[in-house]
């Protein structure tokens, strides 16, 4: 498996938009790309700013070049990522995944419960979590593939 990372800023104020923009886009298409196996996207607040950082998991390079194109190190943009970029990585980095886990879900009074409690959306294709820092809100989220 192959982890495929890249990061960027956005004024806070359009971190909503934004998330729901790269929903639509770029982690659309990973879904839609044979080999991705999942997607999550990343908050981190910096005053005015908020680091954004995407992970996606693949079973190999060739799947990432049906995604990216032949230079699989270019990053990939869409038409409107002008409007919401104030910086970006303009490369893509990767790694071999040298382990990888999901929690278990446990059983409780005989309902199953997920190990962190979380949001659902797009008809259940999105998992996300969403909690305060001491600098504001962040979020983490989850694309499963081929959903939607």
């Not at 998991?57 to 990432?64: G, H, K, T």
């Not at 962190?116 to 820092?133: D, K, M």
Request: proline content about 5%; charged content about 25%.
């Amino acid at each position: 498996m192959i982890a495929r990372y890249w990061r960027g800023h956005v004024r806070a104020s359009d971190v909503n938009a934004y998330r729901d923009y790269v929903e639509r886009t770029g982690i659309k298409e990973h879904r839609a790309t044979p080999g991705n196996q999942g997607s999550m996207m990343f908050f981190r607040a910096h005053g005015d700013e908020v680091e954004v950082a995407v992970l996606s998991l693949w079973d190999s390079l060739a799947s990432i070049v049906k995604f990216a194109g032949e230079d699989p190190e270019v990053a990939v943009f869409y038409p409107e990522d002008d409007r919401y970029l104030t910086q970006r990585d303009h490369f893509a980095t990767h790694f071999d995944v040298a382990a990888f886990s999901v929690p278990a879900a446990k059983e409780t009074a005989g309902a199953t419960e997920s190990p962190i409690p979380h949001n659902t959306s797009a008809e259940g294709c999105v998992q996300s979590l969403r909690f305060r820092e001491e600098v504001g809100e962040a979020a983490v989220g989850v694309i499963t593939p081929g959903c939607g």
